[in-house]
């Protein structure tokens, strides 16, 4: 297999072609004159997490209610996030910039309103003081966004696997990386670049057994969160892991829409539990909903379900045809195999796998400012992958605040600074080995050792014996890494995929271990 090296200059690096990845790029582009390149590991039109749509964005509109304002929400952010950002981050990226980011998505063509009452349809959970979700039909979000990065002339180059930064001293400077068709190596030079490779699946097994059927988009593997540690960027709460409800054995979202249309979660003797729980029973934070949900099954009151039978037509409606089928398309066919009918029958449910993800009160990844910037010089990051995020909302706003004020800061660095062609010779060495070996372990062998390990001893419930014992594990995971062969660059990818998540696993096992106190 023949490939090339390639060196590519750019203003503006952005790693990862999500929703905030595509907002970066838009935000950078209509700040100025710079040069914006995104690199992207699949195809920007339906990466990420909302590659297959999204039916809900987190946004308060200043209608004049008390609880839709910007202190309220401010209010609300801190207090899902349990104290553990600086609201004033948030309030800056994100908050700030909702009732303009839902102007752009219209203005985009995205249908946010009912185009029957030309109003927006709004829905309540999660501990929400009010209803802070626009329903909307964004099946095609990703498409949409897509088209305007390439009408603002951003250069995008698709199927490119990002493996590490490129340092000059503490500086970033770069990125490199190969493309996962051909296998050419790419070094990217660039002036500023942008974090936003979304969080983290893959890491513990879910209920199917088949590892990419996740609730988050199963590809996310945590490249940046892996790189910025590599080059010494800081990180926090990699240990507050997220989880949801499913439907039992199929990974799909949408506890929200049932949540949000006032569906009720009840035990196998037919108690809506959450009432024992929370005030705010079925409204409760996520978070609560999912320990609830845990105590119950633990202490014999499973199997649980959702209940959604007292629904009214209109309600069912719009819950089975505008909702649950945007964010995977396979939902109601699953209902369907399984015999049943949501007007008349229980969905039971199950807690999906742990993720590292960018969820309401996510509160773990990479930590930046005010202006999006990480610890490390001309490192910015955005979106779920970093601290904080929230969910397809942050990823927008945070997205194109942070592409806005890397832009700005490239154009005032007159030069690209010099590369150590050591690193990179170094960086080649280590992605092509495993192409080159006559024998070896395959990358899903040791893929699914990293996630039974993480399931058995970095669970929902963690102690100081498991966590040891999982960080001796997977340092002997990690003494097997030279030891993968693989056949073709898809694979390469692979392999390139599972040395971040082991060090993701690492992460959070580590962290838990410091922190003296449960959440």
Not at 161 to 187: D, E, I, P, Q
Not at 367 to 390: E, H, M, N, W
Request: charged share 25%.
């Amino acid at each position: 297999m023949r490939r090339k090296e390639k060196v590519i200059q750019t203003d503006v690096l952005i790693i990862g072609g999500g929703v905030a990845g595509c907002m970066a790029a838009i935000g950078a582009k209509e700040e100025g004159s710079a040069e914006v390149l995104v690199l992207e590991k699949a195809e920007i039109s339906r990466s990420g997490d909302a590659g297959g749509g999204n039916d809900h964005l987190l946004a308060h509109l200043n209608t004049g209610e008390e609880w839709d304002t910007d202190q309220a929400m401010r209010q609300y952010y801190t207090r899902v996030s349990q104290g553990l950002i600086e609201s004033e981050i948030g309030y800056r990226l994100h908050l700030s910039r909702i009732r303009e980011i839902v102007d752009k998505l219209e203005s985009y063509g995205i249908e946010m309103r009912d185009p029957q009452t030309g109003q927006y349809i709004r829905t309540k959970s999660f501990g929400q003081p009010g209803p802070y979700f626009i329903n909307f039909k964004g099946k095609n979000i990703k498409p949409v966004l897509a088209r305007e990065v390439k009408r603002l002339r951003v250069k995008v180059l698709n199927r490119i696997n990002v493996t590490n930064l490129v340092m000059s001293g503490k500086k970033v400077v770069g990125a490199m990386g190969f493309h996962v068709r051909n296998g050419n190596f790419y070094v990217v030079r660039s002036k500023t670049t942008i974090l936003a490779t979304g969080d983290i699946a893959r890491l513990w097994p879910n209920s199917s057994g088949l590892p990419f059927n996740t609730w988050m988009s199963p590809f996310n593997n945590g490249a940046s969160h892996a790189m910025a540690f590599r080059a010494g960027a800081e990180l926090a709460n990699m240990e507050l892991t997220v989880s949801t409800l499913i439907p039992k054995g199929f990974s799909a979202a949408g506890l929200n829409a049932f949540i949000g249309m006032g569906a009720f979660l009840r035990n196998s003797v037919g108690e809506r539990y959450m009432k024992k729980y929370h005030p705010m029973a079925e409204d409760a934070p996520r978070n609560i909903l999912v320990l609830a949900t845990y105590r119950e099954i633990t202490e014999g009151r499973g199997p649980c379900y959702i209940d959604s039978r007292h629904l009214s037509k209109q309600a069912m409606l719009h819950l089975t045809t505008n909702l649950l089928p945007v964010d995977k398309d396979t939902f109601m066919t699953f209902c369907e195999q399984k015999g049943l009918n949501l007007e008349k029958d229980m969905l039971e449910i199950e807690i999906s796998e742990m993720q590292v993800a960018g969820t309401t009160g996510s509160v773990s990844g990479i930590v930046i400012d005010q202006t999006g910037k990480t610890t490390l010089s001309r490192l910015y990051s955005a979106g779920a992958c970093t601290v904080p995020s929230f969910g397809l909302s942050g990823a927008l706003a945070t997205g194109y605040s942070v592409g806005i004020e890397a832009a700005k800061s490239s154009l005032k660095i007159s030069d690209l600074e010099k590369h150590d062609e050591g690193e990179i010779k170094r960086e080649v060495e280590s992605i092509y080995a495993p192409l080159h070996r006559k024998e070896g372990l395959n990358y899903k062998e040791l893929e699914n050792k990293l996630r039974q390990i993480m399931a058995d001893y970095v669970g929902y419930m963690k102690t100081e014996k498991g966590l040891r014992t999982a960080l001796e594990k997977l340092s002997d995971l990690e003494n097997k890494v030279d030891q993968i062969r693989v056949k073709d660059y898809h694979e390469l990818m692979r392999a390139a995929e599972f040395k971040d998540l082991l060090l993701i696993g690492k992460l959070v096992a580590t962290g838990a271990l410091a922190r003296k106190e449960s959440r």
